[in-house]
């Protein structure tokens, strides 16, 4: 069976901290994608990056970085010095090899309080 | 570019009524999701479609809940009758898709949302 757990529902941070968000996922296909999503108080879902499984570099891209480890089956998502703005529910999320059907985690609310 | 749209982004309605939502996906893309967002469920693929054609509605709840995509450029998700339980944010869609183009990965860009009251 495919799923992706977030297991942490909400957490609150101070402006300018680092704040890592959780994602652990299960698949037995070899050839998977994962990928996480913002969603602002505003409602929209914002893509933010996308993994294939047969890449594990880390990425960076601003503030933002994400870890991917196939060992742990966690595709982690990190933001340095965390602004205001950063609040939402960010979602991680698994497509498999077919026609990119995305299985969301539940997502963490993330709240980050000047 | 145009992103995916929907209308209407906002419905009230009582129950029993009928009740249709529509999407108009990116141009160029040929895959159509429709998914649902609760509080209880999260979020849940209702159904997708690949150029047009429906590929798998196994998310789709019940006989109530019906969609179609007559061509490219637009989807319906129709409810009837409607209940209280479907009050939910109803969200497409669309992301390009090329079968056996390996790594296939495209990512899918979603629409604003129709919130669906049912009272």
């Known amino acids: 069976a495919q799923k992706v757990t977030q297991a942490q529902t909400e957490i609150s941070v101070v402006e300018k901290e680092d704040v890592t968000l959780d994602c652990v996922y299960e698949t037995r296909d070899t050839t998977y994608y994962l990928f996480w999503y913002k969603q602002p108080p505003s409602g929209e879902l914002v893509f933010l990056i996308r993994r294939n499984s047969f890449d594990e570099q880390n990425e960076i891209s601003g503030r933002y970085s994400w870890n991917f480890q196939k060992s742990t089956s966690s595709f982690n998502f990190t933001i340095t010095a965390s602004q205001v703005v950063d609040s939402a529910v960010y979602f991680c999320a698994l497509s498999l090899g077919g026609y990119n059907k995305l299985i969301f985690g539940a997502g963490t609310r993330l709240a980050v309080h000047p | 570019d145009a992103g995916v749209i929907q209308s209407p982004r906002h419905e009230v309605t009582e129950m029993g009524q009928e009740v249709t939502l529509r999407c108009k996906p990116i141009?160029?893309?040929?895959?159509l999701f429709w998914y649902r967002q609760t509080m209880m469920r999260g979020l849940e693929l209702l159904i997708y479609f690949n150029n047009n054609v429906p590929i798998d509605d196994s998310g789709m709840p019940e006989d109530r809940f019906s969609a179609k995509m007559p061509n490219a450029s637009f989807s319906t998700l129709k409810i009837q009758p409607s209940e209280p339980r479907d009050s939910a944010v109803y969200f497409c869609a669309s992301s390009w898709y090329k079968r056996g183009l390996a790594p296939s990965y495209n990512e899918q860009f979603f629409g604003p949302g129709t919130r669906l009251t049912v009272l």
């Open positions: 141009s160029g893309h040929n895959s």
